[in-house]
């Protein structure tokens, strides 16, 4: 029970720290449109789901990226640090960070585009 609460609070703490870096510094320049499509993961967005950036509130994808990958970035450190062999940690690390990578993003690349349709 107190390695789980330890995971938990840990999680909590990298999880809020990753998302006041990612507000802070990194979307602080990005308030207009113009500057957010030069972000690759936008670019990304655009091109694999064929969205229609007028449709779509720019503002609610940067918040929404930046929370899934404050959220991948917090579960991979916790599960690595939770690991006692190295390179374990690695193998499982890396194949945690594609696997959510993949699903989380592909999820809210189909949201957007469900949005866009309405």
Known sequence: MNLLLSCLYDFVFIFLLMLIVYSVFLNKDKKEYSKLKDNDMIKYFIARYDLD???????TVLNTVTVINS????FCSV????????????????AVIMALTYSLYE??????KRREGK
């Open 53 to 59: 950036m007028r449709k779509t509130n720019y503002k």
């Open 71 to 74: 959220f991948i970035i917090s």
């Open 79 to 94: 599960l690595v640090i939770n690991i006692k062999g190295v390179i374990w940690a690695i193998i499982i690390g890396f």
């Open 107 to 112: 999820i809210f690349g189909r949201v957007l």
